[in-house]
Nanobody
């Protein structure tokens, strides 16, 4: 059974930091071409936040570049998202996802497996 479990969400004031984790079960993240974080706010499309390849190359969405950092720990079979300088606009449910094949990192259609999401709320 393939599972992705997000953790580390919560509430933080603007300018604060959070670290999200995505623990993979039933597969090895090192065996997937891409593992990524997406987020979705109410009434909004799910958007790509960050992605990381099996070769540790990282991608970032324009709205988070310079503030978020995606990392992976193959031994822990976990992907992380370190978020700093959080803004109100970062408020969303954050999902991790994994794909087997090649494709655009921020296209949700390329991802086969998804976690249930972690709420991140940034207040003023």
């Amino acid at each position: 059974q393939v599972q992705l479990e997000e953790g580390g969400g919560g509430s933080v004031e603007a300018g604060g930091s959070l670290r999200l984790s995505c623990a993979a079960r039933g597969f090895k993240i090192g065996e997937r071409n891409l593992v990524a974080w997406f987020r979705q706010a109410p009434g909004k499309e799910r958007e790509g936040v960050a992605g990381i390849t099996s070769r540790y190359y990282a991608y970032y969405g324009d709205r988070v570049k310079g503030r978020f950092r995606i990392t992976r720990d193959n031994a822990e079979n976990t992907v992380y998202l370190q978020m700093v300088s959080l803004k109100y606009e970062d408020t969303a449910v954050y999902y991790c996802a994994a794909e087997r094949g090649s494709g655009r990192w921020d296209s949700r259609d390329n991802y086969e497996d998804w976690g249930q999401g972690a709420q991140v709320t940034v207040s003023s």
